[in-house]
């Protein structure tokens, strides 16, 4: 069988075949081999989802690493010492 360049396609491919396969010790090791491909591509899209992140926090946060909340809670903590002293 040729696999495709989509992980999850070859995934469903592969529990379609063992589906169909009468013999239960093939269909679990064919079932085994569609769990790879769906392992696969999962960890792609996880992934692609850290690579979201990490481009999101980079626009969030400041030249010293430091994003807009960081900044807020730095104010409200020196107002609030100027306010006790």
Not at 56 to 85: M, Q
Request: net charge negative; proline share 1%; hydrophobic share 45%.
């Amino acid at each position: 069988m040729a696999l495709t360049t989509d992980p999850l396609d070859d995934a469903r491919t592969y529990a379609d075949m063992a589906k169909s396969n009468a013999d239960a010790s093939l269909a679990a090791n064919i079932a085994a081999v569609a769990q790879a491909f769906a392992t696969i591509a999962l960890v792609r899209e996880l992934r692609a989802l850290r690579q979201t992140l990490d481009g999101l926090k980079g626009a969030v946060t400041d030249t010293d690493g430091f994003s807009s909340a960081d900044h807020l809670r730095n104010i409200n903590d020196w107002v609030e010492r100027i306010a006790k002293s």
